[in-house]
């Protein structure tokens, strides 16, 4: 199946850096549960290293993001509290 394909039976628009990943590893296996989007990195490390370096990577990676969401929450409020003061 083509990328078109795989965006109309997931209802997604892939992007350049994202790719479709059979679960079960045959590719023949076109069903919604057995697809799965990945980034072309997370792609390549699960296959040459296996899942357990592959989950490890996307914890690192919802750490990573977590971190700079709370350095954004918390560079909101001291704005919005200098707001407050010299407002």
Same mark, same amino acid.
């Given at each position: ?7 109309? =039976? $997931?209802?997604?628009?892939?992007? @350049? ?5 059979? +679960?079960?590893?045959?590719? %023949?296996?076109?069903? &919604?549960?057995?697809?799965? =989007? $990945?980034t072309i990195?997370?792609? @390549? ?5 296996? +899942?357990?370096?592959?989950? %490890?990577?996307?914890? &690192? ?26 407002g």
């Amino acid at each position: 199946m083509k990328r078109a394909g795989y965006e109309k =039976v $997931l209802g997604v628009k892939l992007t @350049k850096n994202q790719v479709i990943h059979h +679960k079960d590893h045959n590719s %023949k296996n076109n069903e &919604k549960s057995n697809l799965q =989007v $990945l980034t072309i990195e997370e792609h @390549k490390i699960l296959h040459a290293k296996g +899942k357990n370096a592959f989950y %490890k990577f996307r914890k &690192k990676q919802e750490l990573e993001k977590a971190k700079k969401d709370l350095v954004i929450a918390r560079l909101n409020a001291v704005s919005d509290n200098l707001c407050i003061s010299v407002g």
